[in-house]
């Protein structure tokens, strides 16, 4: 029962917490006088998104579709790549260094190319949200493959097992948590991915929607756009966290004891 | 019919069959001017069914040994034959633990043990078919000898210390080895549940009459476990002395406190301090280990 209470008052803390944000946020805007083509105030926010639903709707669809294609090839490709590197040293000695170089280019800056390659569209979105998303996946999966324990690894090889046996039932399931960490980062990461590509050189989405909006003062709207991504984004978090609970429960079970 | 096949492998009348032969093995670590020897040129014959424990100060290379047996390791000079044949080429079974149980905390402690059945021939063949009737069957007699009956449901992390080691151990029995290679298993564990495990230990080798290498710091537990030891120097390694323990089967915690059994242990500790070249004034500590 102390339990239930203290969840009880964990989550009461966080959704007061947001609401009192609001709520200050509406009072500073009117008490102030703030033009809402500065900052609009939540309600107006609000009310906008209600306004140009049917028009935010296909904007909205367009840059989710765009963020998880994205974010599932970036998945696949991260997955691979982090297997490869982390189950070989010289891989992982060969690939790290430029694996770090690529890393640190700002994936804003090749928005431009993939824009040369393939035109204004969806696919320089996709590629953003890939690509933006992979060098997490591929830095976790590896760091949980190479670290697996050297003893387990001689009673693996003593067993003869090959290595195919020990990345399946030992690797891969121990680096599972440290996949899943990689994926809520890598799904956000995906939604900036897109929206920049949007934004740059885009007729659709809610990037190129914001670029639109605020070019004709319609501040409300441009926030809105902002509301809708941070939908998306705590969306898909909260997916994400759940498919961990239910996949890796057991390298957070650890906690649940030491509470018991 | 298969005379040909008992010369080569040892049957059950002959005990005295060598098991495992190293013949002036030697391990080196680096090159060059970096070059260590770990293992001086080594020579040490373990009959099949014999129960050796390796004893001697820190970083003297019984591990290493261990290694080679286990083929994670090759000599750089000499040869190191298992079951008559140098060892990559061997066929035989291995199981291993080290203290560090190493169990998968994504499994329970009945897939966990079960895991070598998984991966070893010929059981690895039927794993699909016999895991949820004869391999959970044998699993759970395994855990039942050894004082698991019942856990097989638990996960490692619900479990204590000496109860995760003992998982371990059944892990690496469960495929039937012809070698048991144990690395300081009980080195981890406080006193009487290390107690607990030698007697455990000694029943599943009374009971399996398995090869078994012990590599231990604790005397004790040598004499207590072992046919023979083997003491060696500190690194580059070498064997010392390789003596019998003549002490009846099976042994209790009685007889580790009876004078044969603490003239052996004094005996072998006098070996060991000369070995680290420690001074006689350790002698005198005898708190000390």
């Known amino acids: ?260 | 019919m298969n005379a040909i096949l008992t010369d080569i492998r040892p049957g059950e009348t002959a005990p005295a069959t060598t098991f495992i032969e190293f013949e002036q093995a030697s391990i080196t670590y680096g090159r060059g001017a970096k070059a260590v020897q770990a293992l001086a040129p080594t020579s040490l014959k373990i009959a099949e069914g014999e129960f050796v424990a390796l004893v001697g100060p820190s970083g003297c290379g019984k591990s290493t040994i261990l290694k080679m047996v286990g083929e994670l390791l090759a000599p750089s000079t000499g040869h190191v034959f298992v079951a008559g044949r140098e060892i990559g080429a061997t066929p035989i079974r291995i199981g291993m633990a080290y203290q560090n149980p190493t169990l998968l905390p994504w499994l329970n402690i009945r897939d966990n043990v079960m895991l070598p059945l998984k991966i070893v021939p010929p059981f690895r063949q039927g794993y699909r078919s016999k895991r949820k009737t004869e391999y959970r069957d044998r699993v759970e007699a395994l855990l039942a000898q050894v004082g698991l009956g019942g856990f097989g449901d638990k996960y490692p992390w619900q479990l204590s210390g000496g109860m995760m080691q003992r998982a371990n151990l059944c892990r690496a029995l469960i495929h039937d080895p012809d070698l048991l290679l144990l690395d300081e298993p009980f080195g981890a564990l406080d006193q009487f549940t290390r107690e607990e495990l030698w007697a455990i230990m000694q029943d599943l080798w009374l009971s399996k009459k398995l090869t078994v290498l012990l590599v231990t710091h604790d005397l004790k537990e040598a004499a207590y476990l072992a046919d023979r030891i083997c003491v060696m120097s500190a690194r580059p390694g070498r064997i010392l002395d390789d003596s019998p323990v003549a002490l009846a089967r099976p042994r209790t915690i009685d007889m580790t406190f009876e004078p044969d059994f603490v003239a052996l242990n004094q005996r072998l500790r006098a070996m060991i301090v000369g070995a680290r070249g420690g001074t006689g004034i350790v002698n005198h500590a005898p708190g000390a280990a």
Request: aromatic fraction near 10%.
């Open chain 1, 1 to 260: 029962m102390e339990r239930v209470s203290e969840i009880i008052r964990e989550k009461g803390a966080s959704t007061a917490l947001i609401i009192g944000v609001f709520v200050f946020w509406e009072l500073f805007c009117l008490m102030a006088g703030i033009s809402d083509i500065l900052l609009p105030r939540p309600t107006q926010i609000i009310a906008a998104l209600i306004q140009y639903w049917p028009a935010i709707w296909p904007h909205t669809w367009q840059t989710l579709y765009t963020t998880i294609v994205g974010f599932g090839i970036g998945v696949v490709i991260g997955l691979l790549l982090g297997i490869l590197i982390g189950s070989s040293k010289l891989a992982y000695d060969t690939a790290y260094p430029l694996l770090v170089g690529f890393s640190s280019i700002p994936k804003v800056a090749v928005v431009p190319i993939f824009v040369l390659w393939y035109g204004a569209g969806t696919v320089p979105a996709i590629l953003t949200a890939m690509i933006i998303c992979i060098f997490p996946i591929v830095v976790n999966v590896a760091t949980g493959i190479a670290t697996v324990e050297p003893e387990l690894e001689d009673v693996m090889k003593t067993l003869k097992a090959s290595k195919s046996d020990i990345l399946w039932n030992v690797s891969l399931p121990r680096a599972m948590p440290y996949f899943f960490a990689a994926l809520k980062v890598a799904i956000t990461l995906a939604f900036v991915g897109s929206v920049v590509a949007e934004t740059v050189a885009s007729n659709r989405g809610i990037g190129n929607m914001m670029m639109i909006a605020s070019s004709s003062f319609n501040v409300p709207l441009v926030f809105a756009g902002l509301f809708v991504l941070a939908g998306l984004g705590v969306t898909l978090y909260v997916l994400f966290s759940l498919i961990e609970r239910r996949v890796t429960g057991w390298a957070h079970r650890k906690t649940d004891v030491a509470s018991a």
